[in-house]
């Protein structure tokens, strides 16, 4: 099969820190990718490997087929999108877009039908001839995105583009980036810390800890079953609740509940005596009359409600455990009650303690 961007074996280090190490990623042509992650888990660092801003210490980059790991960033057939704008303040917005491209001497009528092309799809026609001092941070990212779009490339580079921006803004440009994605069908790798970001952007994500993936796979696959409790406590808002026990013959028990798997699909056909972590989102948790049908009731006492808008989050206990609960945003309830709720196994996940890998 051939990809749009293949990583092998990429080591990369700075003196005697391993930033990254063995990583192998394949990226399809034509697919959305983002890397996932906390500050420091090397997910820029790839991308910037992947521009040729950094030297790798071993390891292959390939493009479209093409090795590219030691060739110069404008050789790569890439566009990137940097965190901050970078804009020309003395050019106007048509100046940033066209001169990147009269730098590398494209002919005079490509570059004005790039620049039609790449204002028409980011919708900003009428500030082309405004300076990047009289636009707001929206419409420089745009500008930003658009100078990347100009270059008439197969693969876009990301680099928190976003994270500058205010909250509503944020989510604006999220959906115009994949509205982008679905006209131009390139292909994009997009670097970012929040997982809001990627799970509604990204046909995979890679989830990066400390120089290495711990999980690629669909938005879908990394929610519903996270491969570790890195993972499962990383992907979530708020995160799993974790309980620790002992599985025994397919029975998860703590403290003196016992819940039965029943429903449960293992990865690991050995449930044999061993230390485990359940994890249980709070959205996954049912209350009211949907608690009574579920095959595990228990009862809670609420600790703290947090009205959300559109949700409830509760806190609570459950026996010793601490117990996130996620409810409608119309529920009545107070702290101090006892809130029935219902688990149904198959939607949990099951970790081995030691390993700390899905069961």
Not at 272 to 296: M, N, S, W
Not at 325 to 331: F, L, T, Y
Not at 332 to 351: H, M, N, Q, W, Y
């Amino acid at each position: 099969m051939s990809y749009s961007v293949e990583i092998k074996n990429l080591d990369l280090s700075f003196g005697a820190v391993q930033v990254l190490q063995k990583l192998n990623l394949n990226i399809h042509e034509g697919e959305f990718l983002v890397l996932l992650g906390s500050s420091g888990c090397g997910k820029s660092t790839l991308l910037n490997c992947i521009a040729g801003l950094l030297e790798v210490t071993d390891g292959q980059i390939f493009i479209k087929d093409n090795n590219v790991t030691w060739a110069e960033p404008s050789d790569r057939g890439i566009g990137m999108v940097f965190q901050s704008y970078a804009l020309y303040p003395q050019m106007t917005v048509r100046g940033n877009l066209s001169f990147g491209l009269k730098n590398a001497r494209v002919p005079k009528a490509e570059i004005e039908r790039r620049v039609a092309r790449a204002a028409e799809i980011l919708q900003i026609e009428p500030l082309l001839d405004r300076k990047p001092g009289a636009l707001s941070g929206g419409q420089r990212q745009r500008v930003a995105i658009g100078r990347a779009l100009v270059r008439d490339v197969d693969v876009f580079l990301f680099d928190e583009p976003l994270s500058n921006l205010d909250a509503k803004l944020r989510v604006d440009l999220r959906v115009e980036l994949k509205r982008l994605h679905n006209q131009l069908k390139n292909t994009m790798i997009y670097v970012t810390h929040d997982q809001v970001e990627a799970m509604t952007l990204a046909d995979r994500i890679a989830v990066m800890k400390g120089g290495k993936i711990m999980q690629l796979g669909s938005p879908d696959e990394i929610y519903n079953q996270p491969r570790n409790l890195y993972v499962a406590d990383f992907i979530g808002s708020p995160s799993m609740n974790f309980l620790a026990g002992h599985l025994v013959d397919g029975t998860f028990k703590v403290d003196d509940m016992v819940l039965p798997m029943t429903g449960y699909h293992f990865a690991d056909a050995q449930t044999a005596d061993r230390p485990a972590v359940i994890g249980i989102r709070p959205e996954h948790v049912a209350t009211g009359p949907l608690a009574a049908d579920a095959p595990l009731q228990f009862h809670v006492t609420i600790d703290l409600v947090e009205p959300m808008g559109s949700d409830t989050l509760v806190y609570a206990k459950l026996g010793q455990h601490l117990f996130r609960v996620r409810m409608d945003g119309q529920a009545r309830v107070k702290a101090g009650e006892t809130l029935p709720i219902g688990i149904d196994p198959a939607r949990a996940s099951l970790f081995d303690k030691k390993t700390e890998d899905r069961l």
